[in-house]
């Protein structure tokens, strides 16, 4: 069965693009396309149809890794639609648990920090509009390091709860 993976942020178009991103670059490189989708959303509509901040995609494009994603709000239906939701920091989450239809929908939240190997000082991933250069690296480093440990789960055929 398809994993379907939804990242989710405030605004969808910093932390959680750079982790779509980030993750469909691996997802191509091991070539398990046909095993694993990621897309992403932002729990605050007010940057939909907007591309990801360009503090982002420049220090994401020094690593090599192009984020194309226009923004969009998370909708319930996303519920249905994907398997693993997972929230950039607790807020995030918090919204999510709202807005989630069901008993079975809450169980697909997930928070970035769960899949942290190489971070131990790191509970959410922080919001980096309002910082400099280094937030920007630092969400890509954790990120990094997140979606790593996330899909090597995904294809240990491992069970998220
Ligand atoms: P993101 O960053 O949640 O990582 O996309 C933000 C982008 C925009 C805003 C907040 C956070 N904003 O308030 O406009």
Known sequence: MKQ??????????CRSPAAEAVMQQ???RRGVGDRVAVDSAGTYGGH??????????????????????RSRQVREEDFE???????MDDNNYESLFRLAPHRDAQMKIFRFREFLTNHPDWSYIPDPYYEGHE????????VEDGCQTMLDKILRGEKFE
């Open 135 to 142: 937030g920007f690296e630092l969400v890509l480093d954790l």
């Open 48 to 69: 939909a149809g907007d591309r990801a901040d360009s503090r982002m995609r420049r220090a994401a494009s020094a690593r090599g890794i192009e984020i194309t994603h």
């Open 81 to 87: 639609r994907f398997d693993i939701i997972v929230a």
């Open 26 to 28: 691996l997802i191509d």
């Open 4 to 13: 379907r993976i939804l990242f989710v942020c405030l605004g969808n178009i």
